[in-house]
C-alpha cells in the first residue's frame, strides 16, 4: 500500500528511483554471554570483522580520493589504523575472554575509547572522536549481520535516493553525487546543513521527514518530491505515471523560467534589483554563472571543509576562492570567512557544547584561532586580485569583532608583502546582520564597515529563541514574524543611512512571499540559490514595488506571523493574479512555499 511520508521541502525537484537506505547510527548491541568454548570463534568473528570493515574503508578510501582528492581521503586512513589497532583488538579480546559476545566487547571499548578521547585537552585526540564512532558503526553493523550500511557500492547513473537519519559530514563526502539524485533525511529543516547542501548541489531533498529510515525498504522504489516535501513509498504504477507527468511539468516550467534568468531584474514600477547567488562550493561556480546572476551574494567556505580530515591550507583555499571569482568577474563576489560550529561542524576536534548555536561559532572561533584565520585572510587577499570580492563575517554581534578582524587582515597583508606574493589590500570588509545585537547596533557597524548582508536563517532563530534545525519547532521558525521584519526594516533603515549596500542572503530570499516582504521593506539585493535567479527574476519582474510596500508596511503592524503572512499573500497573489497566465507558475511557487507545514506522516 501506497504511504506518503510529508516533510520539508528542502531543494526542489522530483525524482522516481531506488532507495539507498543508509542507517549511520551506532547499532543497539544485546547483551550476549558466551560459554569459554566460543572463545577462539568470538575472536576470530571480531578479525573477520575488522579485516572486512578494513577492505570496505579502503574501497572508500579510493573512491574519495578520486573523486574529492588525498586530503578528503586521508580521514579513511585514519579510520583504517583504528580498526587495525593492536591495542584495541587487545581490549576487546580481553572482554572476550571474560565471557562478552565480540559485538559487545566491541561496543564497550569503543565506546570507552570515544569517552576518553572526547574529554581530552587536545584537540586533535577529540578529532578522533566521529572517526571512532564510524568504526564502531561499521564494524558492529558486519558483527551483527546489518544490512550494508556503506554508502559505497552504487553504480553511476543509479538514480538512487539517499534515505538516511542525517547528513553528517563524512557521509557528505563519501556519497556518489553520480550515483544519488535526490536525497531524504529523518532530521533537518529548510535552514539546516542537510537543505544548505542539498540547494548548492542543486540535488532535489526532503528533509525533517522524522521516521523514513524505518519506513522504507533499502531498493524499494520511491518517488521524492522536493518541492512539496513528499516521500512516496510504495507507489502504485498510477502513482509513478502521475509524478513522472508533474515531473515534465516542472522541467518544462523551469526550462520557461530561463528566459528570465538574462533579463533584467526590474519590477513591474521600475525598481532595478540587484540578483545574486548563493555559490557554496567551487565546482558549481560555473553552473551559477549562467544562472543569470549578477555575482554571488553568499559563498559559505565552511563547505571547503566539511568532512575533512585537516582545514584546507592558504594555496588550496587561494585556487578555490579564485575560481569562483574567475567564473563570476567581473561582478562583485562576496566570500563569508568560515562559519564553522553550529550544526555545521565540518572537522572534528571541537569541544562538545551544550549549545552549539549559542556557542563557539563563526567569527568567535576564527578570532580565538588566529592562524587558521589568517590563513583564510591571506588565501582571500591573494584571490582578490582575480576579481571584486569582498569579505565577509559572520555572526557578529560587536563592533570590536570587526576591529579585531581588520588588525588580522593587516597582519595577513604585511606576511604576504614579505613574501612578495601578489594581493590586493583594499578589499571591501561586511557583516551578516544574523542577530538582534547587530541590529540593534547597525548604526555602529555602518560606520565601521562596507556592507550587511541580512542572514535571516539565523536572525530569526535568534530572534525568536528557535533552533533553525530542530524539526519540532517547525512551526516557530516564523520568518514572517513582524519582530523579524522589523529588524529587517531597521537594518535596512541604518544601512541607507550609513551609506551602504544592505542585502539579503538568507533563505527567505528564495521563497516568492518572502521575497516580495523583502522588496516591500526596502531591501534591494537579494542573494537565492543559483536554481532560485529566475524564479525570483520573474517575481521581481512581475511585482510592482509600491504594492509591496504597502503590504509589508501593513505586515509590520501585524499582531503575529500568521497575519503578516496573510496580509503579504492577498497583496501578492493580487499582483500575480493581475498578470494573467504569465504568472501560474508563480502562484504555483507561493503555494509550495507557505511556511513550512510539519503535518505528521499519513
Ligand atoms: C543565514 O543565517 O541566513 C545565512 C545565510 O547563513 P547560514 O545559513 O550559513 O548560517
Ligand atoms: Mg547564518
Known amino acids: 500500500m501506497t504511504v506518503v511520508l510529508s516533510g520539508v521541502p528542502a531543494s526542489p525537484g522530483i525524482v522516481i528511483g531506488p532507495v539507498h537506505l543508509l542507517r549511520w547510527e551506532v547499532p543497539e548491541v544485546e547483551p550476549r554471554t558466551i560459554e569459554p568454548g566460543d572463545v577462539d570463534l568470538e575472536v576470530s568473528r571480531l578479525g573477520a570483522a575488522c579485516d572486512l570493515a578494513v577492505a570496505r574503508l579502503r ?8 573523486h574529492a582528492g588525498p586530503t578528503e581521503a586521508a580521514i579513511f586512513d585514519v579510520q583504517i589504523s583504528i580498526c587495525e589497532d593492536a591495542d584495541l583488538r587487545l581490549s576487546v ?72 537519519h542525517d547528513l553528517t559530514p563524512s557521509l557528505t563526502v563519501q ?3 553520480e550515483a544519488i539524485a535526490a536525497i531524504a533525511t529523518d532530521a533537518g529543516t529548510g535552514t539546516s546543513h542537510v537543505a544548505i547542501l542539498a540547494r548548492s548541489l ?89 544562472s543569470g546572476a549578477e555575482g554571488v551574494g553568499l559563498m559559505r567556505t565552511e563547505f571547503l571543509v566539511v568532512g575533512r580530515a585537516a582545514m584546507p591550507d592558504e594555496d588550496e583555499q587561494y585556487e578555490a576562492y579564485s ?4 567564473a563570476f568577474a567581473p561582478h562583485p563576489v562576496v566570500i563569508r570567512t568560515y562559519d564553522i560550529g553550529g550544526d555545521k561542524l565540518p572537522v572534528g576536534g571541537f569541544p562538545h557544547e551544550a549549545n552549539p548555536f549559542l556557542g563557539w561559532r563563526a567569527i568567535r572561533m576564527c578570532l580565538d584561532e588566529p592562524e587558521l584565520f589568517k590563513a583564510q585572510l591571506r588565501a582571500l587577499l591573494r584571490a582578490a586580485v582575480h576579481g571584486d570580492l569582498r569579505i565577509m563575517l559572520p555572526l557578529i554581534v560587536s563592533i570590536s569583532e570587526v576591529r579585531q578582524t581588520r588588525v588580522l587582515l593587516a597582519e595577513a597583508a604585511r ?34 564597515t562596507s556592507f550587511f548582508s541580512i542572514g535571516t536563517n539565523d536572525l530569526v532563530q535568534y530572534t525568536l529563541a528557535v533552533d533553525r534545525g530542530n524539526i519540532a519547532l517547525v512551526n516557530r521558525f516564523q520568518a514572517l514574524h513582524p519582530a523579524v521584519l522589523r529588524l529587517i526594516a531597521r537594518t535596512q533603515r541604518e544601512g541607507a543611512k550609513g551609506g551602504i549596500e544592505v542585502s539579503v542572503c538568507g533563505e527567505m530570499a528564495s521563497q516568492p512571499l518572502m521575497a516580495f516582504a523583502l522588496l516591500g521593506l526596502g531591501i534591494r539585493q537579494l542573494s537565492v540559490a543559483p536554481r532560485s535567479v529566475a524564479a525570483v527574476k520573474h517575481l521581481v519582474r512581475t511585482i510592482r514595488v509600491s504594492e509591496a510596500t504597502l503590504a509589508a508596511t501593513a505586515a509590520l503592524d501585524a499582531g503575529t506571523a500568521e497575519d503578516a503572512e496573510l496580509l503579504l499573500r492577498t497583496h501578492l497573489l493580487a499582483e500575480l493574479r493581475a498578470h494573467g497566465d504569465a504568472a501560474d507558475g508563480l502562484l504555483a511557487l507561493v503555494d509550495a512555499h507557505i511556511l513550512p507545514d510539519s503535518s505528521d506522516t499519513h
Not at 205 to 222: F, I, P
Not at 271 to 289: C, H, K
Not at 323 to 326: A, N, S, Y
Not at 429 to 445: K, R
Open 175 to 177: 556519497f556518489d553525487r
Open 59 to 66: 574501497k572508500v578510501r579510493d573512491r574519495v580520493e578520486e
Open 323 to 326: 575560481k569562483v571569482l574567475r
Open 415 to 448: 606576511e604576504l608583502a614579505a613574501r612578495g606574493v601578489a594581493h590586493r589590500t583594499d578589499v571591501p570588509l561586511g557583516v551578516m546582520i544574523e542577530t538582534p545585537a547587530a541590529v540593534i547596533t547597525a548604526d555602529a557597524l555602518a560606520r565601521e
Open 202 to 290: 542543486g540535488l532535489p531533498a526532503v528533509v525533517g521527514l522524522r521516521d523514513a529510515t524505518t519506513r522504507v525498504q533499502a531498493g524499494a522504489t520511491v518517488i521524492i518530491d522536493g518541492t512539496h516535501g513528499i516521500l512516496c513509498c510504495d507507489p502504485s504504477d498510477e502513482r509513478i505515471a502521475e509524478y513522472r507527468a508533474r515531473a515534465r511539468v516542472e522541467q518544462e516550467e523551469t526550462r520557461e523560467l530561463q528566459q528570465y534568468a538574462r533579463a533584467e531584474a526590474v519590477t513591474a514600477d521600475g525598481v532595478r534589483i540587484t540578483l545574486r547567488a548563493n555559490v557554496d562550493m567551487p565546482d558549481e561556480a560555473a553552473a551559477g554563472a549562467s
Open 93 to 164: 579480546e580481553t572482554l572476550i575472554r571474560q565471557g562478552f559476545s565480540a559485538e559487545k566487547a566491541f561496543d564497550l571499548v569503543l565506546l570507552e575509547w570515544r569517552e576518553h578521547f572526547g574529554r581530552s585537552t587536545n584537540a586533535l585526540m577529540r578529532e578522533r572522536v566521529s572517526d571512532l564512532m564510524d568504526v564502531q558503526i561499521r564494524v558492529l553493523s558486519l558483527l551483527l549481520d546489518l544490512p550494508d550500511h556503506d554508502p559505497v557500492g552504487l553504480p553511476k547513473g543509479a538514480n538512487a535516493i539517499l534515505v538516511t
